[in-house]
């Protein structure tokens, strides 16, 4: 049986048409099977555990964005009741990172067929000293001015003071100010960096057990010697300025931080064009 | 789930085939140890180590001791280098401090202060390749001129 969980922006108005063709898509391959609404009363940690809990629902598809797919699998992930059968699935309803990595096509009949297909992997699921699952990766905003003192400082001395990031990784530190700066379990969103750079982008599998670090700056072109890659299994990200860092593109933690990757902890339902 | 499944994470080790780039806008300290081929385009102080093959391109900066099967230096290197196979430096490459390796190459223009051992003791450990020849010895080949 499958559960779906409905996104509040599922239910918009710009979206009412995608919601009827998925709703008639899936009537049809004969999966419309039990929803939960996101709500202000209805979070998706107790929407997914009481679906569990039911004891009927193996499958839990969340419909909507990143978002959506990114508290879904923590859900699943932090559920006492989950286990070797809970398997995930994403209808997105907007450009996702998670949807790109798991294959699921833009096009909502299409990605209602790959669902009903339900052909499974198992993925690796990076985890922060928080507590926070991540899919895809972990980015580090370095804002350019720190604290209201700093902004001070900085507006009277010219130069402004460009932050900086020092991750552990095994023996050594790696220290840098780039502006863009992943820790990756999926190249979804890396590309086009990971192409022009000349690094094969099949080294960023969320299948092989391990974490990859890309920094680059794009103030400049992006050239291979502007981008760093280094892979780990766990890394620790620290730092004395101002940054901020959004897991999956939807949580905020702050540093100081540990990553750890697990290996292929979750199953989920893959469509062809999956990156791995 | 999650938590059971903490103690299931594989021991901390380097994916196959896999470079390691250092770019120009990173500083590494500590010792970077590693199994694969490895780039540095930025600044390390500290320890170099790789089974596979170092290129130090133009714009790095070392302050460490280095060791790889192939080294390639472009860039600055203040510490020991050694190659188990072949060291090249290119002409804009500059190393202060002694090298070691089994084939030398040194271009026009680089340049180099310290002491060179070309001995083939230079390192006490053995490359995979050394050990499978040391294995199964080459056949002698008998070339007749026709």
Redesign the interface.
Same mark, same amino acid.
């Given at each position: 049986m499958f559960f779906y969980v409905y996104d509040k922006l599922v239910g918009n108005k710009k979206n009412a048409k995608k919601f009827g063709q998925m709703q008639t898509k899936l009537n049809e391959l004969g999966i419309l099977n039990d929803k939960g609404e996101v709500g202000t009363v209805n979070t998706v940690d107790s929407i997914v555990d009481g679906a569990l809990t039911s004891g009927r629902h193996h499958n839990i598809i969340a419909v909507g964005n990143d978002a959506t797919a990114h508290r879904t699998i923590n859900a699943?992930?932090?559920?006492?009741i989950?286990?070797k059968k809970?398997v995930f699935g994403l209808i997105p309803f907007e450009s996702s990172h998670i949807a790109d990595t798991l294959g699921m096509p833009s096009d909502i009949e299409k990605a209602c067929l790959a669902i009903s297909r339900s052909k499974l992997e198992n993925i690796d699921?990076a985890?922060t000293s928080d507590?926070t699952?991540f899919i895809n990766s972990l980015s580090i905003i370095c804002k350019r001015l720190g604290s209201h003192t700093e902004k001070l400082k900085n507006l009277f001395s010219r130069q402004k003071k460009k932050p900086g990031v020092t991750i552990k990784v095994?023996?050594?530190?790696?220290?840098?100010?780039?502006d863009r700066i992943s820790i990756c379990n999926s190249p979804a969103g890396w590309e086009e960096i990971l192409k022009k750079?000349g690094?094969d982008i099949n080294?960023v599998s969320p299948q092989?057990?391990?974490l990859d670090l890309i920094?680059?700056?794009s103030a400049s072109e992006v050239s291979?010697?502007?981008?760093?890659?280094?892979?780990?299994?766990?890394m620790e990200i620290i730092s004395q300025d101002k940054i901020s860092m959004l897991a999956d593109y939807t949580k905020k933690i702050q540093p100081p931080v540990k990553v750890?990757?697990?290996?292929q902890?979750l199953k989920v339902i893959v469509g062809k064009e999956r990156k791995f | 789930?999650?938590k059971n499944?903490?103690g299931? =994470?594989?021991p $901390?080790?380097? !994916?196959e085939n896999?470079?390691? =780039?250092?770019? $120009?806008?990173? !500083?590494?300290?500590?010792?970077? =140890?590693g199994q694969n081929n490895m !780039?540095i385009?930025?600044q390390v102080a500290?320890k170099v180590v790789t089974k596979g093959d170092i290129f130090i391109?133009e714009?790095a900066n070392i302050e460490a001791d280095v060791e790889a099967n192939n080294v390639t230096i472009s860039g600055t290197v203040q510490g020991s280098v050694k190659a188990i196979e072949r060291l090249e430096v290119q002409k804009s490459g500059k190393i202060s401090g002694d090298i070691a390796a089994k084939i030398l190459s040194i271009a026009t223009g680089a340049n180099f202060s310290g002491q060179c051992n070309m001995s083939d003791n230079n390192s006490q450990d053995t490359s995979p390749l050394e050990k499978l020849k040391e294995k199964t010895p080459l056949p002698k080949v008998d070339v007749r001129e026709q």
């Open positions: 699943i992930l932090k559920s006492k989950s286990n809970t699921i985890y507590g699952c095994r023996d050594f530190t790696v220290t840098t100010s780039a750079s690094i080294k092989d057990g391990f920094a680059y700056n291979e010697n502007d981008t760093s890659f280094i892979t780990a299994q766990k750890g990757v697990s290996k902890l | 789930m999650f499944n903490e299931e =994470i594989q $901390a080790g380097t !994916k896999v470079e390691t =780039i250092i770019g $120009a806008s990173v !500083k590494v300290e500590g010792d970077l =140890i !780039k385009y930025g500290g391109e714009s």
